[in-house]
Structures are given as structure tokens and as C-alpha cells.
């Protein structure tokens, strides 16, 4: 077994149970807790997958930034007792899980049926990491570039908006 | 391929197949769970297994579009979190609540 | 001359008339439309006579003139055209219809002076004349049907011509119902005529007759004739069908003049006496044909005999006469049913427009026991309904003479004929001459029953005019059919009718007549017809109580009679009833029940399931997610199973 598929496996696993935490955890605040260690998870894979730079702006952005801001805005409300946690209906509840449980099975299937066609790479084929950021950074200045743009006016755009709608005009604690 | 050779040998298909998890993961929980903020977070869940599986297609593939890929849903979904948060908080100004079981005013 | 063009204006002048006058329907102008229409139909009836002219100047054996104007219904091997045909036969009818035609249209002009709907009178008048030249023309069974349907049509709307009342809007109704009735059978007529011979056209249907009658009762042509005579009795009123004729005296009385006793009814005459090869063929239907009008010609005239409307007394007579016109045409005398159809034609049309001019004066009454000893009021119209009356009950030499002898004579001397039949021809004739001198006595002898307010007085030019014309043909109309019998008596005066007739009808074969015998019959005719107005002048002007005591002796039969034998009642409480009940429960059975309970049920289910679709939107935004992902996940299995 190489380090790499232990590596992998171990990942794989932190990923998953702390997903499957998110989901069924009633508690909001273990959900976002359990979501930031998955979050790190999928970082973690990145960089197994030699995604460096990536790895890194997952875990500034979402592990970071995105994180806490869940955990802000869960500060705000008053979520002692949680009246209803999951979806009422044991019929539609039984439905959801079904439909969730055959889209899986569809992929993983879909994933088998294809998977000699799917590219099997030698390592020579990877990409080498010093030069993957400076590559990366290239296409995004040239090739991509009026997207890279776009992204820029779209986040000044999210910025004025959230504060426009977040406006204090009543406040979020009862008022005395 | 054997099972051994299945455990040891981690390719692209590992990925996908962990990736494809996540993301049935996260739309159970979108089905499933009543509070709007954690539907917001396992929204997030299910865009990140969409960026898993695009980076192990990088990899894998030898191109570097994927990563460029990445970088614009990851953006794009830290903006919409934002949003989606910013209106849970004017919703919880106007009604007290989160628990989306009370917002069925869109009835037929 | 241009034959087919002047056929065509003969027909298409009342045509044009009626859509002339249609246009302006709304002008209370009797002058004018009167004048319009009238001059149509004089049109009309100086074409007929150029064509007669014509007619005269060929030989006995090509005395046709024929025109087809185009291929009317062409369906592989049935081709009927729009033919016409004039013959000796359609000749006597186009002169009669046109000419009393002009005579009565000029006598409307005066009779609808102050009638609002002028206009529309004389449209639909000159409709129902052209209708009626399309039936006589028409050289097949299908022109003549669109004419017989046509005129059926017209009296409809001239019957109910005033039809803001109910009353008179339901006699026309009767009418056509009636008539259709009649029409029914006359197209299985047709029907049967076509699967035997394979055409409709008279002069074929006529040329393929057997020589040999049929026996059977359920021969194709016995059926054929059978099926065409009970169309011909609801046209031209004859049992069962006739209730309409009494009822229809509603309408204006020129309409009565016209169509019920000089040209619609006889259509059903003249009908037979076109096909009689065919008729003489089916001997069956000739027997049933000459019961039929001995009986109508004698119920009829009991019925007429204790009337009180001038009019209702007129209609039983039609009614009677054309009867008398039946039993000619069954005992195989076409002839003399075409001569009786002329006359009666003049002096019956002579005693409606007379009636009409009596009404007149008498400001629109019409019961004669309120009228009485008019004849110093109305001088014109009494001395042309004195000569009427005198044709009618059959003194010679007026024209009725003539014709209704010819008539009872050959119901006794045909092989066709038969003692039984004569006896009643006889018997009617007499009923005939006493409930008409009735009619005289009580309308214009005597002493006077006229209520003080009414100030009788001769009615205008425009009215008198045609009656002196009647009148005169009702004295001289005789003279073109004397018989044998007085003709050689008489310097050899030909039967000028019979030669005209004789290449056109074929008659049955009959031994040679003993010239006593005739002139016995004549006497026993003019003797009763005489006997009878004696004592009808001395029930009803010299000894008024006595008829009111015989009625109080005989208060049963008297009931019985004066209710024209409760067969309007019988005919509603045994058909009409029951069928309207029936239409009734089948309305409210299938439609109410069935297929309005069809439409609720499936406008429920559409509602229903419209209420159900609705309810998948509930606001629950996860469903919606749910609905999504189910949808993702079917398709992705149709994609990979693929």
C-alpha cells in the first residue's frame, strides 16, 4: 500500500463521517463545527491531488471565511430548543432518501460503466507543483481573464448588496 | 479488478466515487433538514464535492481548466453564502424564526 | 319564337317579383307592390299563352315543347335535370294558374289596401306562384317535388301570414305539419318509383309501364302510386289528412282564393293525372284513390252544411269538389278530373273573392248569421256569386254542369267505376246544391241580421273587376267540354277538351255508351241539384224555424256534424299527445338525465383533478426539491439504461 492511498483512505473517511455529521446533527453549531473539518478534509485532498494553490484558497476561504460566517450569523439567533430538526412526513422523508440513495448509486454505477474510458494517468502525466500555481495564474491572466474580471465586479456587488439587505432597521435581540 | 487492487490502487474513480458521496450527502441534506442555515450549509457541502471532482479531473487529466474551474465556483459560492445569509438574517428580523416549516405562504 | 327563353321568363317573372318586393318588405304601399307583383304574374301569363299558341300550331303526336336547362343532380347512372315540360296536360295548368293568378293578385291590391305588411304579402305571393309553375312544369318527380315542398311553404307563411296571433301562426303551422306529413309518403313514392324504373322523369317513367296491370297489393308500382296518392291527399286535403284546409281560412282570403281552391290544392290531381299510365296500372290504387274522393266529397259536404263561417262553408266545399276531382282520377276519367279542376277553379276562386269583398263590406265580419238580404248593398258581388253559386251546384249551362256531370257519369260508366261510387257522387252533389243555397240565402236573401253599426257598402273596382271576370268564365268555362251526347244535338259542337286531352291520356277501355242512359243520368243530377235548393231556400228564407226545430229533433247527429266529427280532437288525443308526451319523457330521460349528467360528471372530473394537480403546490420548498431531484434521477436512469 503506498502512502498515498493510505493518505487517501484516511482522508476519505474524515470527509465522509464528518459530512454525514452535518446532515444528521441537530445542533447548528455542530453542524458548521462538522462542516469546517470537512471542509479541511477536501483541502487536505486537494493537495494530495497536487492542487496546491487551491488547497490553500479552500481553506482562507471556505474553512475560513465562509465558516465563520455561518457561525456569525448562528450567534445572532436564539437556537436553544430546535422544534423541528429534520423534514415532517414519513412518507416524503422515506422519498427524499430513496431518490438521495439511487442518484448515488446512479453515479457509481455511471463511474464503473465508464471507468475504462475515464483517463488513467501515469505520473509523468501530473502535473508538477512548482510550476502548477505560475501556470494557473497565467491562464487566469490571459485566458480567463474577463471572467477573473467579472468575479471582481460580482464580489463588490455581493458586498453592497448583503449590507443592504442585513441593514439594521429592526435589531435581531427582542427589543427591551 | 480485484478488491485489493481496488483498495491500493487510488485512482480517478476513488475520487469520483468519494466526490459523488459528498454530494448525495449534501442534498440529503437539503431535502431533510428544516433550519435554514443548515440547508445553507449543506448547499456549501454539495459545491465542494463538485470541486473535488473537478480537481481530480485536473489531475488526472494533465489539464490545468479544471483548477480554473474551481477557482470561479468557489468564488461564486462564497458570494452566494453571503446573500443566502444576509437574507436569513433580514428573515429572522421580520419573523422571529428559521425554521423554514413556517414559510409555506407560496401555497396553490 | 326562342322557347326556352320564353319559358324562363314565365317561370322567373313571379321569381324576381318576390325578391322585388322582398327587398322593400318593409313599405306599406299595397299599390305599388300589388302592381309590381301583379305585373310579374301578367308577365307570366302572356308568356303561357305565346307557348299554348305554339303548342297549338304542332301536330296531335309531337305536342310537346321540352327544354332541360342544365344537369341538375348527376350521380353516376341517376341524372336529373332541370326540365320542363309542356304538354296538353301543363298547358290547361299554367293558363289557370297564371290567369286566376293575375286576377286574384289584382283583387289583393285592393282586399290588402291598408295592411301594413303589403309588401310582404305580395312577395310571398308571387313565391307561391312561382313554386307552383316549378310544380307543374317540371318534367321529373325531383322538380316537382322542389315545387310541391315550395308551395307547402308559402301557404305556411300565407296562412300565417298575420301571425302576431297565435291562433292563425298555429293554423299555418298546422298546415305545413300536415303537409309534411303528406310529403313523407310522397317521397317513399318517389323512392320506390326510382328502384323500379330506374328514373324519375315523367315522360320515361311513362313510356316503361306494363302493359299488363298489376294484382298484387304489394307490387312496386301499386306501392309507387299508393305512396304518391297519400302525399297527394295531404296536399290537396283529402281524408286523413285534410284537417288543415279549415284551419288555414285564417289567412287572407285571396290566399284562400288562390291556394286553397284554384292551384295548390289541385296539385295532387294534377299529380296523378300526369302519371296515369302509371296509375291505370295499378288498378289497386286506382279503387283506393276513387273511395277516398267519393267519401271526402260527401263527409265533407255534411260537415259544410252546418257551418256559420262564409269561409269555413267555402273550405268543405274545396275540400268536397276535390274530392270529386279524386274519384274521377280513380275511375280512369283524367280527363273529366282536369275539366272539374278548370271549372272549379273559376267559380271557386270566384266564391272566395266574393267572400272576401262580403268581409270587406262587412268590416272583417265573417259569421253569416249576422249577415243577411246584402244583395241591395252588394249588387256586383251578389250577381257574380249568384253565377258561382249557379256553376257550383251544377245547373247547366254554367260550367259546373259540365264537369261534375262528366265526373258521376263516368263513375258509373268506366270499368273502373261502380254503381256504389255514382250514388254517392250523387248524393253529394245534392248535399252540395243545398248547403250552397244555404249559403246564399242566409248571406244574401232574406231579411237583413246585419248589426246597426256596420254599413255594408259595393267594394272598389280593384276588387269587383276580377270577380265579373270569374264570373264570366264561370258561365262560358263549360263550353270548351260539352259532351257527345248534347254536342250532335246541337250542330255538332266538338268536346274540344277531349280532343286536346286525348293524346296525352291513356284511358282505360270502355264499351260504347247508350245515349239514354247518359241523359238520364244528366236529368237525375240537375234534379236533385234542383230539389235541393228548393228546399234549402225554403228552410232558410221563407220558413226560418224550421231548420232550428230539426236541429233540436236530431240534437245528436247535429253535435256530432257541427263538431266536424271530433276528428281534430281524435287526431290530437290519439297522435299528437301521445308523441309530444313522448318527445317529453325521451327529453327528460336521455337528455336531462344522460347527456347533461355526462357534461357535469366530466366538468367534475376536470375540476377535480385541476383541485388535486393544484395541491402539489403546497409552499414546502423542499417537496419542490424533492420534485427535482426525482426528475434528475429519472432522467439519469433513461440516460444510462440506454
Known amino acids: 500500500m503506498t502512502p498515498d492511498a493510505i493518505l487517501f483512505w484516511i482522508l476519505a473517511v474524515v470527509t465522509v463521517v464528518s459530512a454525514i455529521t452535518v446532515v444528521l446533527i441537530t445542533n447548528p453549531i455542530y453542524s458548521a463545527l462538522a462542516l469546517a473539518m470537512a471542509m479541511i478534509g477536501i483541502s487536505a485532498l486537494f493537495v494530495t491531488l497536487n492542487a496546491y494553490f487551491i488547497a490553500g484558497v479552500q481553506l482562507i476561504v471556505y474553512a475560513g471565511a465562509v465558516m ?40 457509481v454505477g455511471a463511474i464503473y460503466m465508464s471507468s475504462s474510458s475515464l483517463i488513467h494517468a501515469s505520473a509523468a502525466e501530473t502535473m508538477s507543483s512548482v510550476d502548477a500555481t505560475k501556470q494557473l495564474g497565467k491562464l487566469l491572466f490571459t485566458q480567463y481573464l474577463f471572467g477573473f474580471e467579472a468575479l471582481g465586479v460580482l464580489l463588490l456587488v455581493v458586498a453592497v448588496g448583503c449590507v443592504a439587505l442585513a441593514r439594521s432597521k429592526g435589531g435581531t435581540h427582542e427589543h427591551h | 479488478m480485484s478488491i485489493t487492487e481496488m483498495i491500493t490502487d487510488v485512482g480517478l474513480d476513488h475520487y469520483l466515487i468519494l466526490s459523488a458521496i459528498l454530494f448525495v450527502t449534501g442534498m440529503a441534506g437539503v431535502l431533510l433538514r428544516k433550519n435554514a442555515i443548515v440547508l445553507l450549509m449543506s448547499l456549501e457541502l454539495m459545491l465542494n464535492a463538485v470541486n473535488l471532482t473537478f480537481v481530480a479531473f485536473s489531475h488526472y487529466g494533465g489539464k490545468l481548466e479544471g483548477q480554473v474551474m474551481v477557482f470561479f465556483v468557489m ?24 425554521n423554514i416549516r413556517f414559510f409555506e405562504h407560496l401555497k396553490g | 319564337m326562342n322557347q326556352p327563353l320564353i319559358l324562363a321568363i314565365l317561370i322567373l317573372a313571379p321569381f324576381v317579383g318576390f325578391l322585388i318586393n322582398g327587398f322593400r318588405y318593409k313599405k306599406h304601399s299595397a299599390m305599388v307592390s300589388g302592381s309590381i307583383a301583379t305585373g310579374m304574374v301578367f308577365i307570366s301569363f302572356i308568356c303561357s299563352l305565346l307557348l299554348v299558341i305554339d303548342l297549338i300550331g304542332l301536330p296531335d303526336e309531337t305536342r310537346r315543347i321540352s327544354v332541360s336547362y342544365f344537369d341538375w343532380i348527376v350521380i353516376s347512372n341517376f341524372k336529373v335535370d332541370m326540365g320542363f315540360v309542356i304538354d296538353q296536360i301543363s298547358a290547361i295548368m299554367i293558363l289557370v294558374v297564371t290567369g286566376v293568378g293575375s286576377l286574384i293578385h289584382l283583387f289583393s291590391i285592393g282586399y290588402m289596401a291598408h295592411d301594413k305588411g303589403a309588401a310582404k304579402y305580395f312577395s310571398y305571393l308571387n313565391l307561391f306562384l312561382f313554386s307552383m309553375l316549378l310544380l307543374v312544369l317540371g318534367s321529373n318527380l325531383l322538380v316537382m317535388f322542389v315545387g310541391w315542398e315550395l308551395v307547402g311553404l308559402c301557404s305556411y307563411l300565407l296562412i300565417g301570414f298575420w301571425f302576431t296571433d297565435a291562433e292563425k301562426a298555429a293554423a299555418g303551422m298546422k298546415a305545413f305539419i300536415t303537409n309534411r306529413i303528406g310529403d313523407a309518403f310522397f317521397l317513399l313514392g318517389i323512392f320506390t318509383l326510382f328502384l323500379t324504373f330506374g328514373t324519375v322523369n315523367f315522360h320515361d317513367i ?124 280513380g275511375v280512369g276519367a283524367f280527363g273529366a278530373a282536369m275539366f272539374h279542376l278548370m271549372t272549379h277553379a273559376f267559380f271557386k276562386a270566384l266564391m272566395f273573392l266574393g267572400s272576401g269583398s262580403v268581409i270587406h263590406a262587412m268590416h272583417e265580419e265573417q259569421d253569416i248569421r249576422k249577415m243577411g238580404a246584402l244583395k241591395k248593398y252588394l249588387p256586383i258581388t251578389h250577381v257574380t256569386f249568384f253565377m ?44 252540395t246544391s243545398f248547403y250552397m243555397t244555404r249559403l246564399m240565402c242566409l248571406t244574401f236573401w232574406g231579411k237583413s241580421r246585419v248589426p246597426k253599426e256596420v254599413h255594408p257598402h259595393e267594394s272598389p273596382w280593384l276588387m269587383t273587376v276580377p270577380l265579373m271576370v270569374l264570373g264570366l268564365l264561370s258561365v262560358i268555362g263549360g263550353w270548351i267540354g ?53 228546399v234549402a231556400y225554403h228552410f232558410y228564407v221563407q220558413d226560418p224555424e224550421k231548420p232550428k226545430k230539426l236541429a233540436e229533433i236530431f240534437k245528436g247527429p247535429y253535435k256530432l256534424i257541427y263538431n266536424k266529427y271530433f276528428v281534430d280532437e281524435m287526431y290530437f288525443a290519439g297522435i299528437i299527445h301521445p308523441f309530444v308526451k313522448l318527445s317529453k319523457n325521451i327529453w327528460y330521460y336521455i337528455d336531462v338525465n344522460f347527456i347533461d349528467k355526462t357534461t357535469y360528471v366530466i366538468s367534475d372530473l376536470v375540476r377535480g383533478g385541476g383541485t388535486f394537480v393544484r395541491g402539489i403546490q403546497n409552499g414546502n420548498i423542499q417537496q419542490y426539491a424533492m420534485y427535482i431531484a426525482l426528475g434528475i434521477v429519472a432522467t439519469l436512469t433513461f440516460i444510462l439504461v440506454r
Open chain 1, 68 to 107: 465563520v460566517l455561518f457561525v456569525m450569523v448562528l450567534m445572532l439567533f436564539d437556537l436553544r430548543h430546535e422544534l423541528q430538526a429534520f423534514t415532517r412526513g414519513k412518507i416524503s422523508g422515506a422519498v427524499k432518501i430513496a431518490c438521495v440513495g439511487m442518484l448515488a448509486g446512479l453515479v
Open chain 2, 75 to 98: 468564488t461564486i459560492a462564497a458570494a452566494e453564502a453571503s446573500v443566502g445569509l444576509a437574507l436569513i438574517v433580514s428573515i429572522f428580523k421580520r419573523f422571529r424564526e428559521v
Open chain 3, 206 to 329: 311513362n313510356s316503361m309501364v306494363p302493359l299488363t296491370a298489376e294484382i298484387a297489393w304489394l307490387a312496386p308500382i301499386t306501392l309507387g302510386t299508393l305512396f304518391l296518392f297519400i302525399g297527394a291527399t295531404g296536399k290537396s286535403a283529402q281524408i286523413p289528412l285534410y284537417v288543415w284546409l279549415p284551419d288555414a281560412m285564417a289567412g287572407p282570403t285571396p290566399v284562400s282564393a288562390l291556394i286553397h281552391a284554384a292551384t295548390m290544392v289541385t296539385a295532387g290531381v294534377y299529380m296523378i293525372v300526369r302519371l296515369n299510365p302509371l296509375f291505370l296500372a295499378a288498378p289497386n290504387t286506382l279503387m283506393i284513390v276513387a273511395i277516398i274522393g267519393a267519401l271526402t266529397a260527401v263527409f265533407a259536404a255534411t260537415i259544410g252544411m252546418l257551418q256559420w263561417d262564409i269561409k269555413k262553408i267555402l273550405a268543405y266545399s274545396t275540400i268536397s269538389q276535390l274530392g270529386y276531382m279524386f274519384l274521377a282520377c
Open chain 3, 388 to 431: 258561382g253559386w249557379l256553376a257550383i251546384i251544377g245547373i247547366p249551362p254554367f260550367a259546373g254542369f259540365f264537369s261534375k256531370d262528366e265526373i258521376l257519369w263516368m263513375s258509373f260508366h268506366s270499368p273502373l267505376g261502380h254503381v256504389g261510387l255514382w250514388a254517392m257522387g250523387a248524393f253529394g252533389a245534392l248535399l
Open chain 3, 482 to 534: 260539352i259532351p257527345k251526347v248534347i254536342g250532335e244535338n246541337l250542330g255538332e259542337l266538338p268536346n274540344i277538351l277531349e280532343h286536346w286531352l286525348e293524346p296525352a291520356i291513356k284511358m282505360p277501355a270502355m264499351t260504347a255508351a247508350e245515349p239514354s242512359t247518359e241523359w238520364m243520368m244528366m236529368g237525375i243530377s240537375v234534379g236533385l241539384a234542383l230539389i235541393s235548393a228548393a
